[in-house]
Nanobody, 115 residues
Framework: QVQVVESGGGLVQDGGSLRLSCVASGNLVSIQTMGWYRQAPGKQRELVATITRGGSTHYVDSVKGRFTISTNNAKNTVYLQMNRLNPEDTAVYYC?????????WGKGTLVTVFS
């Protein structure tokens, strides 16, 4: 079994920062990419950022320059440092682990940004 667990969400004021963490554990084989997605109320889930095992990153335009994704491959952990948050960033943030044969999701962590 594989478990993907996010943490670090919470309530933050406009302009503030949060750091999300995600740990993947269990019978994992060949992780290719780890990433963060988010789903705001009434909207579809969207990609926020991804990072490959080799360290290549990709960000959605709306978070470029504000969010940074990083990993600790030895610990199967991925982080999302979120700076200069604004109310449009309010969403449930989901961690995704893409392995060779399977795709795994966490249950999400809520980020609420208030002005």
């Amino acid at each position: 079994q594989v478990q993907v667990v996010e943490s670090g969400g919470g309530l933050v004021q406009d302009g503030g920062s949060l750091r999300l963490s995600c740990v993947a554990s269990g019978n994992l084989v060949s992780i290719q990419t780890m990433g963060w997605y988010r789903q705001a109320p009434g909207k579809q889930r969207e990609l926020v950022a991804t990072i490959t095992r080799g360290g290549s990153t990709h960000y959605v335009d709306s978070v470029k320059g504000r969010f940074t994704i990083s990993t600790n491959n030895a610990k199967n952990t991925v982080y999302l440092q979120m700076n200069r948050l604004n109310p449009e960033d309010t969403a449930v943030y989901y961690c995704n682990v893409a392995a060779t044969w399977n795709n795994y999701w966490g249950k999400g962590t809520l980020v609420t940004v208030f002005s």
